[in-house]
């Protein structure tokens, strides 16, 4: 019997870990498994957001509480998205992806469980707030895209992860509409814990260990200043209506809130391993996207703000189209069925011809789709003609916008960009819904006791998308057309044979 001399120590747990680790690494996992993987996770992210959708209006009796404070369940969603996925994707970058995709679901889980127990507005604002930081994963997934998939499949990948925002929403407003029609609503938020669990599992054995890191440490006071600022503009943004334009409050927070992130910013340019890198946010190529991005957050937005309004009001006033919230939910469906089939063709236009032109073309289809509204806008079928257009714009504007992205930043700080971009389009998507809220409320007619847009307030929103998504074509156009890429990834997956 061989003895262990003593320069030869016993294998310890470190070390077993160690070889798993190893293992796990040399293994070459299926190319499509992982994009389906980081698909599903992007689905139920996106999920979250409409899964409060259809029980809105019932939440101040269902929970006892005003209808202000249970505006919050919506709102803290938002802010939390907002504040935590910059922070996430630079926490993935330092990191791992992987790992810190695993944490916001494992989060999301906590978050889903919170919200099925929940008896009263404030359990439930703070389990949609756990919820919200759940929708970093989308940019996380993104990311991961770049360090472990061949250049080839890249495209495609990415144009549908992207999508799955838009593809979410549209596709979970109907099921979730469904659910909370038929049984208790806390089943939605089971519902929700299941997803995020499946999501979480597959995340676990499918998708490998990206090896990329960044260096440094992280950058705690910047992310603070940067929670702090955004979150004072996003409140004045979204309670701006409630709380009046011209309240203290309100240009208390938006004042405050510019000031905080004029000094965030001053401090980001001295800070050795800042939150967000401004030098490079400040490049023409990525400044521009996120510009961009603004916009069509605010026109994607904009649709799924309107359309359901006009579908489900009375026709008593001449305007409405009648419709109960399910079918309503069903007419927008188009737009996210469209995302999913048009994510390859906005690819490939993005290979051929360059993503600059899937973003301009993206943005003039949304355009158009709002023009048309304006004048069509009497039956059902007109809706769900103006979402579908919407849908093939959005698709191919989500498609381009990541790929811009990342062919303007290095590798170590993909996490990081992409998360700042699904700011830019949160930010865009929160302005829509302050500026189209305000047109709608302040115009409207008494029909049976109820308040109802009129049919110029419907026209003016689709006007004013029509002009936002038209101005972020202008902004693509000012665009390079040629970009220097950064190609470095950490794992260069083996294609599948054919």
Request: aromatic content about 6%.
């Amino acid at each position: 019997m061989t003895i262990p001399s003593a320069s030869e120590p016993e294998p310890t747990a470190r070390s077993a870990r160690e070889r798993r680790q190893r293992a796990r690494l040399s293994r070459t996992p299926s190319e499509r498994a992982i994009v389906f993987t980081l698909a599903l996770t992007g689905l139920t992210a996106a999920v979250m957001q409409t899964l409060v959708t259809p029980i809105t209006p019932e939440l101040p009796r269902l929970l006892d509480t005003s209808s202000s404070n249970a505006t919050w369940v919506l709102t803290a969603t938002l802010l939390a998205a907002a504040i935590t996925t910059p922070i996430s994707g630079r926490l993935g970058d330092m990191f791992g992806k992987r790992r810190i995709t695993l944490l916001l679901l494992a989060i999301t889980v906590v978050g889903s469980v919170v919200c099925a127990l929940a008896h009263d507005v404030t359990v439930l604002v703070a389990g949609r707030a756990l919820q919200g930081v759940g929708l970093g994963v989308i940019a996380l997934g993104i990311s991961i895209l770049r360090d472990v998939l061949h250049a080839k499949s890249l495209g495609k990948a990415v144009a549908l992860v992207s999508s799955t925002l838009g593809i979410g929403g549209a596709l979970g407003l109907p099921v979730a509409a469904f659910i909370a029609d038929t049984f208790d609503w806390h089943v939605l938020f089971w519902m929700a814990t299941a997803l995020s669990a499946i999501a979480f599992a597959l995340v676990f054995w499918i998708v490998p260990v990206s090896t990329l890191r960044t260096g440094g440490s992280f950058d705690v006071v910047g992310a603070i200043g940067f929670g702090v600022g955004l979150v004072a503009i996003l409140l004045a943004v979204s309670k701006g209506s409630e709380w009046g334009w011209g309240s203290l409050t309100t240009i208390g927070l938006l004042v405050g809130g510019v000031i905080v992130l004029l000094v965030w910013g001053v401090y980001e340019l001295r800070a050795k391993n800042p939150l967000v890198d401004l030098r490079i946010a400040a490049r023409r190529p990525v400044l521009l996207t996120n510009l961009a991005s603004i916009t069509v957050g605010f026109a994607y937005f904009a649709s799924v703000a309107v359309l359901p309004q006009l579908l489900e009001a009375p026709t008593t006033t001449g305007v409405g189209l009648g419709q109960t919230l399910f079918i309503a939910s069903l007419c927008l469906m188009p737009s996210g069925i469209v995302m999913f089939f048009l994510s390859p063709v906005a690819a490939r236009l993005s290979a051929s011809r360059g993503p600059r032109t899937s973003l301009v073309l993206g943005s003039l289809i949304i355009a158009a789709g709002y023009v048309v509204a304006v004048g069509l806008m009497t039956e059902v079928w007109h809706a769900v003609l103006v979402a579908t257009a919407v849908g093939f714009g959005v698709g191919f504007a989500y498609a381009a916008m990541p790929t811009l992205i990342m062919h303007a930043v290095p590798a170590s700080e993909t996490a990081a960009a992409n998360g700042f971009n699904s700011v830019m389009r949160t930010l865009g998507s929160t302005v829509a819904a302050a500026v189209i809220g305000v047109i709608l409320t302040s115009n409207v007619v008494v029909s049976e006791g109820r308040a109802i847009p009129t049919a110029g307030a419907f026209q003016l929103s689709f006007g004013l998308a029509a002009a936002v998504a038209l101005a972020g074509a202008v902004l693509a156009l000012f665009l390079p057309r040629r970009e220097t890429v950064y190609k470095t990834v950490s794992i260069p997956v083996v294609p599948e044979q054919s």
